[in-house]
């Protein structure tokens, strides 16, 4: 019998964060030690108050049904979030949950495409961007990223014949790859451009809280007339190192998101309510477990920019996420061979920059998931390696 499975499975290729496990799994058995700077998954743990809402709610025998819905409580937290942190007024139908920003990005093209539909994505962009609208058939198309350009779009340069047969547009501050913010007139030039050509903005906002240097991290909704044509996911994942427990949420356009909640419904009975009573205390606790956070990751950025510098090796400083990223020192013309080399002969792992699209080529992604003292040690690593 010959089984055959979708077209669209060629283009799903074994994801590079499992081959890269499988490269740092044979160098270990070479007992050669490893500084995993590859995935972003914090190391932070999770503040005590969010783990004991979780377990107290965990002891609830009710608490194990179906939750169907957000709970009352995490509705009026991500509401009073947003009017705190980003001083932005949500209704209730301007917010629905999803199962974490990644589900969310994968499945929205479902509700707001159909087939052929243009969706504008970023390039060098997270992969999610552009294979979530490809599972709603959609035609992905990429918008360059480039470093002349401080890593904006340049709207004024886009196709119009495309931007006619465009029904959403990815865009995401600071930017996992390239480590960069967006200023506001950006987003005082794109919410209009995007109305006046009659596209969505979806604006991915999983960084925010982590911005370097002084930097205040902004929502979209933040910006004039931006719930008109804009929704946002927000995600618990970086923030509140609540990675593992899958919680997030898409506000903004009330049409949008009660269209993309309907859609939701038929796919999902809702997020277990454990998890919901945890990021109800996530949601309504202190900062300061954040804005320590935060200073740890610049600390450790600095640790990991500053000391490559120093050795030769150009990575510029990144200005938020929990990342860095620059081009593969000179002499070097393939990342991933590059990247496979430098774990051979420093045990020094990151990610390869053609992950992200065609203009992350010759470049490298690192994550900021070791303290500075194992970061200090990386660096000397490479250095001792003779690659720089």
Not at 112 to 125: E, F, R
Not at 363 to 383: C, D, G, Q
């Amino acid at each position: 019998m010959y089984l055959k499975i979708a077209d669209r499975m060629k283009d799903y290729e074994e994801g590079i964060f499992q081959l890269l496990n499988e490269k740092k799994e044979k160098v270990e058995r070479q007992g050669i030690k490893v500084y995993n700077l590859s995935v972003g998954t914090p190391d932070f743990p999770t503040d005590p108050h969010i783990m004991e809402a979780v377990v107290k709610a965990a002891q609830n025998s009710d608490n194990y049904k179906y939750s169907l819905k957000m709970i009352p409580e995490l509705l009026e937290a991500v509401i009073g979030r947003f009017l705190r942190r980003y001083h932005v007024a949500l209704s209730e139908r301007e917010v629905t949950d999803v199962y974490g920003s990644q589900e969310g990005i994968a499945h929205i093209g479902l509700c707001l495409c159909n087939p052929g539909d243009v969706v504008l994505v970023p390039n060098p962009g997270y992969p999610i961007f552009s294979i979530g609208p490809s599972l709603a058939c959609a035609d992905v198309q990429t918008y360059d990223l480039k470093e002349e350009n401080g890593y904006l779009p340049d709207l004024k340069a886009m196709d119009g014949e495309l931007l006619k047969k465009t029904k959403f547009m990815i865009v995401s501050y600071p930017l996992n790859p390239v480590c960069r913010i967006a200023p506001d007139s950006f987003y005082e030039e794109l919410i209009p451009w995007a109305k006046e050509h009659e596209i969505i903005i979806l604006h991915d906002n999983a960084y925010s809280d982590i911005i370097y240097d002084g930097h205040v991290g902004k929502s979209i909704l933040q910006f004039p007339g931006a719930k008109e044509n804009c929704i946002e996911f927000y995600s618990l994942s970086k923030s509140y190192n609540y990675t593992g427990a899958r919680v997030g949420f898409l506000v903004g356009n009330e049409y949008l998101v009660q269209s993309f909640k309907r859609l939701r419904s038929q796919i999902d009975y809702g997020t277990f309510l454990p998890v919901q009573y945890g990021a109800v205390a996530a949601l309504n606790g202190p900062d300061e477990g954040i804005k320590r956070r935060c200073m740890e990751y610049q600390e450790r950025r600095d640790a990991l920019c500053g000391g490559f510098r120093e050795i030769g090796w150009d990575i510029p400083d990144s200005q938020g996420s929990m990342f860095a990223w620059g081009k593969i020192p000179e002499g070097y013309t393939d990342d991933v061979a590059f990247v496979m080399e430098l774990l051979e002969r420093s045990g020094v792992l990151c990610t390869p920059g053609s992950s992200f699209g065609s203009l992350g080529r010759g470049h490298v992604r690192f994550a900021l998931t070791m303290p500075v003292e194992k970061i200090r040690e990386a660096v000397s690593a490479v250095e001792r390696s003779g690659m720089i």
